[in-house]
């Protein structure tokens, strides 16, 4: 995810305006989906579920929105974030 945050970061002096062709913007467009269990420091297994969809927004946008559950034996856990990304002209 750091990496993904990373990529935002450095792409923002990219000459190309649609963001929804850049090469590196375009794989992120459309929705996903994965699970996994992960077993904490007594065996116990923790689910997570994510969901995560990617878009262009405009010539110079982007957004991400995400979906993020964490079920264990103490409960259920549940993240959501957007993360917009928006190209601004230099002066």
């Given at each position: 995810m750091k990496t993904f945050f990373a990529l935002l970061c450095l792409l923002t002096s990219s000459a190309r305006a649609d963001l929804s062709t850049h090469e590196v913007f375009k794989h992120f467009i459309g929705s996903w989906k994965?699970?996994?269990?992960?077993?904490?420091?007594?065996?116990?297994?923790?689910?997570?579920?994510?969901e995560w969809t990617g878009k262009a927004e405009g010539d110079n946008g982007f957004v991400?929105?995400?979906?993020?559950?964490?079920?264990?034996?103490?409960?259920?856990t549940t993240l959501e974030g957007v993360v917009k990304h928006q190209k601004?002209?230099?002066?």
């Amino acid at each position: 995810m750091k990496t993904f945050f990373a990529l935002l970061c450095l792409l923002t002096s990219s000459a190309r305006a649609d963001l929804s062709t850049h090469e590196v913007f375009k794989h992120f467009i459309g929705s996903w989906k994965a699970a996994s269990e992960l077993k904490d420091e007594n065996n116990n297994i923790v689910t997570i579920k994510e969901e995560w969809t990617g878009k262009a927004e405009g010539d110079n946008g982007f957004v991400i929105e995400s979906k993020v559950t964490f079920t264990g034996d103490v409960g259920q856990t549940t993240l959501e974030g957007v993360v917009k990304h928006q190209k601004e002209k230099l002066p």
